[in-house]
């Protein structure tokens, strides 16, 4: 005899308190008008496919200062962050993008990600964050 679905489980859903990080609508919105609301690689600018991604990560900052710093982030599309947050890429100190050898040339394709992608443009406030973003980078690959 089978039990119906809603004798197993009690409830669908649970009610929980959640520890929010206050601030990120801030950094988001400094990062939109700081890349002119466009990823900053890929230029796209559906602001629904746009993360304010942190090259070194809210968690690890010092201060709240640094982790609203604007030049410890980058606006990314979805695909961008989600490989940056994991450090499947990074860019160099001029911009140009890195691949780990975890994200192959099949997957750089199927994403259409190509080794001529670059930040539109860097300043110098960016290169610590940057570097210590590579510091825990993957395996770089060509």
Not at 54 to 79: I, M, T
Not at 116 to 135: N, Q, T
Request: aromatic residues 10%; charged residues 20%.
């Amino acid at each position: 005899m089978q039990k119906e679905v809603s004798e197993t489980i009690a409830s669908t859903e649970v009610e929980r308190l959640v520890r929010q990080r206050v601030g990120q609508n801030i950094f988001r919105e400094s990062l939109m008008d700081y890349w002119g609301g466009a990823c900053a690689v890929t230029g796209i600018a559906l602001p629904a496919l746009l993360r304010a991604s942190h090259a070194k990560p809210w968690a690890e900052c010092n201060s709240d200062a640094e982790r609203l710093n604007v030049f410890n982030g980058f606006l990314l599309a979805a695909h961008l962050d989600a490989l940056f947050d994991r450090h499947l890429i990074s860019f160099d100190d001029s911009g140009k993008i890195l691949f780990s050898s975890i994200v192959t040339p099949e997957v750089r394709a199927a994403l259409g990600l190509f080794n001529s992608l670059r930040l539109k443009w860097i300043s110098s406030g960016h290169i610590p964050f940057l570097a210590l973003h590579r510091a825990t980078f993957h395996t770089i690959s060509g």
